[in-house]
């Protein structure tokens, strides 16, 4: 698409005459400059419009004649609109007839060439305006009606006539007729230079775009940030639309500040820290210079709140193990407008530099579970405030994960609870399992003194056994066992507590000691503390291998240290020597304990 006045004088260009494209000639550029001033293009018809114009009463008299009516009536009223208002009047040189043959101008909408800008030169001829260029009278000095040459009037009178015209002969040769003869009437106007013509030669009136549809700016907006202002487009009848200019106003609409032009329906703007409030406006322009109006925003007050500080650090624990817990901890951050509201927690899984919000709250930790499989994990936590501006990122390190999965003790109690008061040995059953299929070394402790270890069935029962001479040989208050499994690469620790509370004792020996010859006498002594309280007895007998053997106390003797004599003599099944030691807790409660039994007999 071109102007009007950058088409070469002699190109063809095409005007709506009710509604049909008809061709013209652009005949000249700044016609008749002096008259009506730069920036009219003269145009011709091409053909002729009528075969009926004659000129009034009988006179050569042009303004007013049946030409100049039918011209600047009838088919003026043909052309569209938007040129009619664009051609306006044109001044031209011309000379009145009818007698007065002093030129002078006439201003008019539509008129006819004169014979001097066809090029004609007479006696009786005025030189009405200045000849066209010869390249443009040698396109026009031919007028035809329906593909047929005609004779074609000019608004020249013959001078010294009343009644004669000049016009061009059918060879285009300039020559005088009366007045009253119906010959061709070629309509002529200008237009504005600015005006568009398109590729394929149609004149537009240039008008300007609409005004854009719409505008949309951010409802909510941070001093200190950068928004997007984007609006509805803008439409333009001659598709010339260029595009818009952006402007914003921080004092309520009183001045405006341009910050955007181009042909984007959007821009970004950045909105200082202490902006008190915004509006924005846009409008379209065209190729051509011509803009729509104005469509503006509401106003927008700005938040001139400043984000808090990034927490001061974060805290992830050392060993991560899948498909189990840890908890993140992070300090806690700080905020100059004092609204601080929480903290949002991110992981990235697997080093993808893909983070998913965990947790947003108030509290300063989280407790996340690890997925069983995953290589690693990272985290990172930023602080918010009401009016959600976030803080910096505070980031982990990169933790691996251990894949590996503990062996698992199951036992009918729970590790940590107590096993309550053992007055005589026992023991706990328990299993092991590994779900890696792991080998599993047991180890059992009681207190700190290792029982055993060994290599355990998975899922096999086992005891842990307190008996006998371990259990024996343990004093009375709380005692501590502790089962361990490893798998080579975790422990898993199952722990319980018992109380052990003896409060009577009884020793003999398993097997009678046998003699060559009659015991008569022995002597003990029992090593240990025994409460004065405490009920205690020592018994001796020299016939422990019959069916009833004779038992003779011998408890004063043992206290003083003295030799007991047998008062038995009889053994049937031959002669043979144990003790029973017997002791138990007096009423002050106070416990004792025997190291030993010592002595000899004979």
């Known amino acids: 698409m071109a102007t009007l006045g950058s088409i070469s004088e002699g190109s063809v260009i095409k005007l709506k005459e009710n509604g049909a494209l008809v061709e013209f000639y652009v005949a000249k550029h700044n016609y008749e400059s002096g008259l009506n001033g730069s920036g009219r293009t003269l145009v011709v018809r091409k053909d002729c419009y009528s075969m009926g114009g004659t000129w009034q009463n009988s006179t050569n008299a042009y303004a007013g004649n049946e030409m100049d009516s039918l011209l600047n009536g009838t088919y003026k009223n043909l052309l569209d609109s938007d040129i009619r208002t664009a051609m306006g009047t044109t001044k031209f040189y011309y000379t009145p007839g009818n007698g007065n043959d002093t030129k002078t101008n006439l201003s008019r909408s539509v008129f006819v060439l004169s014979a001097t800008e066809m090029g004609g030169s007479h006696t009786f001829m005025n030189a009405e305006g200045t000849a066209l260029s010869g390249a443009v009278i040698n396109l026009l000095k031919v007028a035809k009606w329906n593909g047929t040459a005609v004779i074609c009037w000019t608004r020249s009178p013959v001078t010294g006539s009343t009644n004669r015209a000049w016009g061009l002969n059918s060879s285009g040769n300039s020559d ?83 910050i955007y032009q181009g042909g984007s329906t959007s821009t970004t703007n950045y909105v200082a820290f202490g902006t008190a409030s915004v509006m924005y406006r846009v409008k379209a322009y065209d190729t051509e210079g011509l803009n729509s109006g104005w469509r503006t925003g509401g106003s927008v007050t700005v938040i001139n709140n400043q984000a808090p500080g990034a927490p001061g650090s974060i805290n992830v624990p050392l060993d991560v193990t899948g498909g189990a817990e840890l908890t993140v901890t992070w300090e806690a951050a700080t905020d100059q407008d004092g609204n601080l509201a929480g903290y949002s927690l991110e992981r990235e899984v697997d080093g993808g530099g893909q983070w998913s919000v965990v947790y947003t709250g108030n509290t300063l930790s989280y407790t996340d579970t690890i997925t069983k499989g995953w290589a ?21 390190d990169i933790c691996t994960v251990d894949n590996n999965m503990a062996p698992t003790i199951a036992c009918d109690s729970a590790s940590g609870s107590d096993l309550g008061i053992k007055t005589e ?34 899922e096999e029962d086992s005891n842990l056994q307190i008996t006998g001479e371990t259990f024996l040989r343990l004093l009375n208050g709380t005692h501590t066992l502790t089962i361990t499994a490893n798998d080579g690469k975790a422990n898993t620790v199952h722990t319980l507590t018992f109380k052990k509370e003896v409060t009577e004792a009884a020793i003999t020996l398993e097997e009678p000691m046998e003699a060559d010859a009659d015991i008569t006498i022995c002597v003990l002594s029992v090593i240990g503390s025994i409460p004065a309280d405490a009920e205690y007895s020592v018994k001796v007998t020299n016939n422990a291998n019959d069916a009833t053997p004779v038992w003779e106390d011998c408890t004063t003797e043992v206290k003083v240290g003295a030799n007991h004599v047998f008062t038995n003599t009889t053994a049937t099944n031959g002669p043979a020597f144990n003790f029973k030691v017997e002791a138990k807790r007096g009423t002050s409660g106070i416990g004792g304990y025997i190291n030993s039994v010592q002595g000899e007999f004979q």
């Not at 990172?380 to 505070?394: E, F, K, L, Q």
């Not at 080998?439 to 355990?456: G, K, M, Q």
Request: charged share 15%; hydrophobic share 30%; proline share 4%.
């Open 176 to 258: 005088t007729y009366t007045s009253t003869s119906a010959y061709g009437v070629r309509p002529v106007f200008t237009l504005p230079s600015s005006l568009l013509v398109s590729n394929n030669g149609p004149v537009y009136a240039n008008t300007a775009p609409s005004t854009p549809s719409s505008i949309s700016v951010p409802s909510s907006i941070s001093g200190g940030s950068t928004i997007t202002v984007s609006w509805g487009s803008s439409s333009d009848t001659e598709g010339n639309l260029a595009g818009y200019i952006v402007e914003r106003s921080t004092n309520g609409g009183s001045s405006w500040s341009q």
């Open 376 to 396: 690693s994990v990272k985290y990172r936590v930023r602080a918010y405030d009401t009016n959600n501006a976030y803080s910096g990122y505070v980031t982990s």
């Open 425 to 458: 040995g026992f023991s706990v059953q328990y299993s092991v399992a590994d779900e890696d299929a792991d080998e599993v070394t047991v180890a059992e402790v009681l207190d700190r003194e290792s029982l055993r270890t060994f290599s355990a069935g998975l």
